[in-house]
């Protein structure tokens, strides 16, 4: 692909240094559908990105749309803090029908606000008020946000450095297999919770992904996920999931943690719960945690109605009958599983390993700046891919659930090309 350099003139000099993707994708975007992007220039690009798993029904989703314009172009309150309205009413009723009925989850909902970070503000927040505690158990490698408290209980130096301030209350402890099996699980955890001279306060909760994403596609074991529920239940504290990028679909089952059979506390949701992109989310939790004073926790933009309209039209559309939409997205992790085995064996001297679940997935390169090399390639090459793990080593992979096996198989032969051709 022959790309013209783009006018970046107002960007460069005019928003913060603090930009990132714009600087691995040097072009300035006009328009998208589906899973494909498209310059000012005309220049096409396929999307294994999908607004960082926000995205996950693919760009301006017709049906989605729809719903939107037509309750845009009927002049459908658009901001209502949490005020009721009928745009809410109809996504609490669907996602009560569709979702947690269906899955006997008896989750209460609060909308905490436009980010998923809010989400996990308000579950910290909630666990700490309910126990009386101040400590939150996270793991190695954890992503859960970037304002303070999330950042309390993330694992990347880089993004903790930039808090300014020390970051207390969380204590770190490894994720599943980041000790290569050498010790049994949750051996350090419990020791340290049982020993009167462990240093450790007693944790309100203990916060974790099924797959950690921005980590490292680094995905727990079901028995692992079981474990630790069983460690939450019998020491006490609440166990918080952070399904903000890996559900709604993202590993198959609405929720990532439904194949570990387990129903933790709390459930933090965002990203593509709107299902077009839009700021919202979700903390979910058991009736008896609802200790909540009214207006104890609050935010100018925690009701988002356009969000509510498609959000509930993606419910209804795709989830009705979630388990075609489930078979669906993992036939096309299984085809996304036997290109990547192809790449591994072509590069076997360079690629540690690759893993993933449903349409997440992860290539981790030995030399840690390849990654880094592979996506650049593969943007000139029309592919929009980022990278994760703590160094940038692992080319990750988040393709739209609806996008066609054509358009799967098109991206995975050029992720190949990329890889073959930074050797």
């Not at 960082?52 to 301006?60: D, F, I, K, R």
């Not at 989605?64 to 745009?87: C, F, N, P, Q, W």
């Not at 439904?258 to 903390?283: F, H, R």
């Amino acid at each position: 692909m022959t790309i013209t350099q783009p006018d970046l003139s107002v960007f460069e000099t005019l928003e913060s240094e603090v930009r990132s993707y714009c600087r691995g994708w040097p072009t300035v975007f006009d328009r998208a559908q589906g899973s494909r992007m498209y310059d000012e220039d005309g220049h096409e690009y396929l999307d294994f990105f999908a607004g960082a798993g926000s995205l996950n029904y693919g760009h301006n989703n017709p049906v989605l749309k729809r719903a939107l314009i037509d309750y845009l172009e009927r002049d459908g309150v658009v901001h209502g803090l949490d005020m009721s309205t009928s745009a809410k009413r109809a996504f609490l009723e669907s996602f009560q029908n569709i979702i947690l009925r269906p899955r006997d989850l008896p989750y209460k909902v609060m909308f905490p606000g436009p980010t998923g970070t809010n989400a996990v503000e308000s579950a910290l927040k909630l666990a700490r008020k309910v126990k009386g505690r101040e400590s939150i158990v996270s793991f190695t490698n954890a992503f859960h946000g970037m304002s303070l408290g999330s950042l309390a209980v993330t694992g990347n130096a880089f993004k903790r450095a930039g808090a300014g301030i020390p970051l207390v209350h969380g204590t770190p402890m490894p994720f599943d297999n980041y000790l290569d099996g050498q010790t049994p699980d949750f051996i350090w955890f419990e020791r340290l919770l049982e020993d009167q001279g462990s240093g450790l306060n007693q944790p309100a909760a203990v916060i974790v992904e099924t797959v950690q994403g921005e980590g490292g596609i680094n995905v727990a074991r079901a028995e692992w996920l079981r474990k630790l529920a069983d460690v939450c239940e019998r020491w006490d504290m609440l166990l918080i999931v952070d399904d903000i990028q890996m559900g709604c679909g993202r590993t198959g089952a609405f929720f990532s943690f439904e194949e570990a059979g387990i129903t933790p506390d709390i459930v933090t949701v965002s990203k593509s719960i709107s299902g077009y992109g839009m700021p919202m989310s979700l903390c979910l939790f058991k009736p008896e945690l609802d200790v909540w004073e009214p207006g104890e926790h609050n935010g100018t933009f925690r009701g988002n109605n356009p969000a509510f309209v498609t959000a509930a039209a993606a419910l209804e559309t795709y989830w009705t009958d979630g388990s075609a939409m489930e078979k669906q997205t993992r036939a096309r992790g299984e085809q996304v599983e036997q290109a990547l085995t192809a790449i591994v064996d072509e590069n076997r001297a360079e690629i540690k390993e690759f893993r993933g679940r449903g349409l997440v997935w992860g290539i981790e390169f030995l030399d840690k700046d390849r990654a880094s090399a592979v996506a650049k390639r593969a943007f000139e090459l029309g592919l929009l891919i980022e990278t994760s793990g703590p160094e940038g080593e692992v080319v990750k992979l988040l393709p739209a659930l609806t996008i066609t096996p054509d358009e799967l198989d098109e991206g995975l032969r050029t992720l190949a090309r990329a890889v073959r051709e930074t050797a």
